[in-house]
């Protein structure tokens, strides 16, 4: 089960890692590389490196909840699997949080009309800030969730060991 599990994993990331080469290229993989976002009338350049890290951590997540809850947390290696992927998202959250925040701060949210009349540009940044803390206290719990759950599987197994070794029966609690 284990060996599957990690080969699964292995193929999984090589075909994240090869499938999006051949829409992108393969010079996406260069460190100078970079990837540019036109929003509106603002021009963002991200590296393409920690983009395709982040869509990997974010497919890779998607996936093993997917089988997580499928299996109703039954497969310790799979568990493990997602709470790593979780704390990694919980990471890239805090630093898109730390970025809007730093955002928010350098803009200063009012425009001028011709006028003469200062308007507000709204109340989106907020609404960002509060849609990614939303996000991240889901993964947060959704983490204590996974933990709790492969926690309480290993001491399952644990106990079924020592039973085993002492008695030579098998517990019915599989």
Same mark, same amino acid.
């Given at each position: 089960? #284990?060996?599957?599990?990690? %080969?699964?994993? /292995?193929? &999984? $990331? *090589? @075909?994240?890692?090869? !499938? ?51 299996? #109703?947390?039954?497969?310790? %290696?799979?568990? /493990?699997? &997602? $709470? *790593? @992927?979780?704390?990694? !998202? ?85």
């Amino acid at each position: 089960m #284990k060996g599957k599990e990690l %080969i699964f994993l /292995l193929m &999984l $990331i *090589v @075909s994240l890692l090869v !499938l999006p080469m051949y829409s992108i290229g393969w010079e996406a993989l260069h460190p100078e590389s970079q990837i540019d976002v036109n929003i509106h009338d603002t021009y963002f350049i991200i590296p393409t490196l920690p983009a395709i890290c982040v869509y990997i951590v974010f497919i890779i997540f998607s996936i093993y909840l997917f089988r997580v809850l499928l299996q #109703k947390f039954r497969n310790k %290696i799979a568990n /493990l699997i &997602l $709470i *790593v @992927s979780t704390m990694a !998202l919980i990471l890239i959250f805090t630093f898109l949080i730390c970025l809007f925040r730093l955002w928010e701060s350098t803009s200063s949210g009012y425009h001028s009309s011709t006028e003469g009349i200062v308007t507000t540009q709204g109340n989106v940044w907020n609404v960002v800030f509060w849609i990614l803390i939303s996000i991240q206290l889901a993964l947060v719990i959704l983490l204590v969730l996974t933990a709790f759950k492969t926690g309480r599987l290993f001491g399952q197994s644990q106990k079924d060991s020592v039973l085993l070794r002492f008695t030579g029966k098998e517990s019915r609690h599989n």
